[in-house]
């Protein structure tokens, strides 16, 4: 009964490639997140989705584009991956905007060789 | 936009001693304040929360003030113990249809025995 999921939680590949990490809630939330945690353990946030629309674009990368395919999903798809991209990646939801706690994924650690 | 400063980056204490991580926030806006712990190779998660309506909140031996008028909230953990060990992060955000939070860059706590 995992609340936030994500798949996979490990992934090291070579430069150049093209990558995507899955998530999911079971929630029932209306908003969800990804977030890049470096190797200084900032955590910052990187796009956010309300009802599969995209509401926050942080000054990433066009190379990430996030996909919303349903509320209970948000996928990130990573084209050109750079060594600079290596880091934990996680989802994370919330409901409402009272403004609500928000509860985190597991994370995907992204090593990029 | 939202700048969150947290202090100290490193804490080390005794067991039993009590531990205290100080935030400033930017945005007077912003009125929701959660902070959370992340230990090694894990998520975030939330371990209290405070609104701007809200000067003090406690949760057995977890407390967190907020000055609204200084724009900087704190986090006490009273009767340290070695599982408090693990990062932590204070952060701030603002409800509404972007509603966001912007985190502080951690304090890692390690508890002595």
């Known amino acids: 009964d995992t609340a936030v999921s994500q798949t996979p939680k490990y992934l090291v590949t070579q430069m150049g490639n093209d990558k995507s990490i899955k998530c999911e809630q079971n929630l029932g939330h209306d908003t969800m997140y990804w977030y890049k945690q470096d190797s200084k353990k900032f955590l910052k946030i990187m796009f956010s989705y309300n009802n599969k629309e995209l509401i926050i674009n942080e000054t990433v990368p066009n190379r990430f584009s996030p996909k919303s395919p349903d509320k209970a999903h948000l996928n990130l798809h990573i084209n050109s991956l750079e060594l600079g991209d290596s880091a934990v990646y996680f989802c994370?939801?919330?409901?409402?905007?009272?403004?609500?706690?928000?509860?985190f994924g597991p994370g995907t650690r992204l090593t990029v060789l | 936009g939202e700048n969150v400063e947290q202090h100290p980056s490193t804490l080390s204490v005794q067991e039993g001693d009590s531990a205290v991580i100080k935030c400033t926030y930017s945005?007077?806006?912003?009125?929701?304040f959660p902070w959370y712990k992340q230990e090694l190779g894990k998520r975030p998660q939330l371990i209290i929360d405070i609104r701007s309506n809200v000067g003090e909140k406690k949760d057995q031996r977890i407390a967190v003030t907020l000055n609204k008028t200084a724009k900087h909230f704190s986090l006490h953990i009273t009767e340290t113990q070695p599982e408090d060990s693990a990062v932590y992060f204070c952060?701030?955000?603002?409800?509404?249809?972007?509603?966001?939070?912007?985190f502080g860059k951690g304090t890692l706590l390690t508890v002595n025995p």
């Open positions: 952060a701030a955000g603002r409800g509404g249809s972007n509603y966001k939070l912007t």
């Open positions: 994370a939801s919330s409901q409402g905007s009272t403004p609500p706690e928000q509860f």
């Open positions: 945005d007077s806006a912003s009125n929701y």
